[in-house]
T-cell receptor, first 114, second 114 residues
Framework: AQSVAQPEDQVNVAEGNPLTVKCTYSVSGNPYLFWYVQYPNRGLQFLLKYITGDNLVKGSYGFEAEFNKSQTSFHLKKPSALVSDSALYFCAVRDLEGYQKVTFGTGTKLQVIP | GAGVSQSPSNKVTEKGKDVELRCDPISGHTALYWYRQSLGQGLEFLIYFQGNSAPDKSGLPSDRFSAERTGGSVSTLTIQRTQQEDSAVYLC????????????FGPGTRLTVT
């Protein structure tokens, strides 16, 4: 069975500082990995994905994520946080080997402090 | 283009009543997912449809929950004999057929069972 862990319920960071939101995964084959963001009272929006290729993936709003196969991690990063980045972030995984169900983590609330 | 739409946006019902929630996916998307998001919780997978294949119902929490997808497009999630623990936001998402695996989410239906 596939699974995703987001070990931090909340991450606080000062505006202008770099941010990292952690995600680790477990799948039987090669993974497809995703990050989604949910702003207050809004639906989930796709941020970025890793399918294959370069381990560093760039996405929307200046976010990027690094795929690390040996550590089974896919941490979300941004060099300089904005107050408007405050939201709930979800990591998700899908097994590449034909099993198409997507499993989401429990979410990490990012609070950017002015 | 038009995104995923869901109706109603809000539904208040009495315990024991049946409810139907509707999802209109993006045109041409073959995969459709239903999730449940309870307050302060992550996304709980409910059911997955892919084209004409048999749906993956492994996430449905009880036999009171059922879903169908007519003509490979619109989907309806039905909850019979609603209970207070069914109160949550029900999210629908769709994905394109091949090559791109990210999900596009609707705004959700907030269900309150009194």
């Amino acid at each position: 069975a596939q699974s995703v862990a987001q070990p931090e319920d909340q991450v606080n960071v000062a505006e202008g500082n770099p941010l990292t939101v952690k995600c680790t995964y477990s799948v039987s084959g090669n993974p497809y990995l995703f990050w989604y963001v949910q702003y207050p009272n809004r639906g989930l929006q796709f941020l970025l994905k890793y399918i294959t290729g370069d381990n560093l993936v760039k996405g929307s709003y200046g976010f990027e994520a690094e795929f690390n196969k040996s550590q089974t991690s896919f941490h979300l990063k941004k060099p300089s946080a904005l107050v408007s980045d405050s939201a709930l972030y979800f990591c998700a995984v899908r097994d590449l080997e034909g099993y198409q169900k997507v499993t989401f983590g429990t979410g990490t609330k990012l609070q950017v402090i002015p | 283009g038009a995104g995923v739409s869901q109706s109603p946006s809000n539904k208040v019902t009495e315990k024991g009543k049946d409810v139907e929630l509707r999802c209109d996916p993006i045109s041409g998307h073959t995969a459709l997912y239903w999730y449940r998001q309870s307050l302060g919780q992550g996304l709980e997978f409910l059911i997955y449809f892919q084209g004409n294949s048999a749906p993956d119902k492994s996430g449905l929490p009880s036999d009171r929950f059922s879903a169908e997808r007519t003509g490979g497009s619109v989907s309806t999630l039905t909850i019979q004999r609603t209970q207070q623990e069914d109160s949550a936001v029900y999210l629908c998402a769709s994905s394109p057929p091949t090559g791109r695996y990210e999900q596009y989410f609707g705004p959700g239906t907030r269900l309150t069972v009194t």
